[in-house]
């Protein structure tokens, strides 16, 4: 399955945006889809994830109750929307596809920049 993100941009404090990762060649479906975040000289460090059919989420304490993941899969797309959104959440943000029994993620998106200004 390829990946493709997109929904960065520049946004201040407070406000919102959505990302997108629309997958091709694979039903989404098939995978668990997740958003990690990477700031330069640190880890990537995981966002959100979402086991898609049995509606199951989970999120980084840092973001919960703030981003929301969801799924379309008419759309075959995985979208992650980002709500009072802090200087802190600054970072390139990847989307990433796992199949059920993979101990990590199998395939990522190129990732798309998201700068929050205080």
């Known amino acids: 399955v390829q990946l493709q993100a997109s929904g960065g941009g520049l946004v201040q404090a407070g406000g919102s945006l959505r990302l997108s990762c629309a997958a091709s060649g694979r039903a989404l479906s098939r995978y668990r889809m997740a958003w990690f975040r990477q700031t330069p000289g640190k880890e990537r460090e995981f966002v959100a994830h979402s086991t898609g059919t049995d509606g199951y989420t989970s999120y980084a304490e840092s973001v919960k109750g703030r981003f929301t993941i969801s799924e379309d899969n008419a759309e075959n797309t995985v979208y992650l929307l980002m709500n009072n959104l802090k200087s802190e959440d600054t970072a390139v943000y990847y989307c990433?596809?796992?199949?059920?029994?993979?101990?990590?993620?199998?395939?990522w998106g190129q990732g798309t920049q998201v700068t929050v200004s205080s």
């Open positions: 990433a596809a796992k199949r059920p029994f993979s101990a990590r993620c199998d395939y």
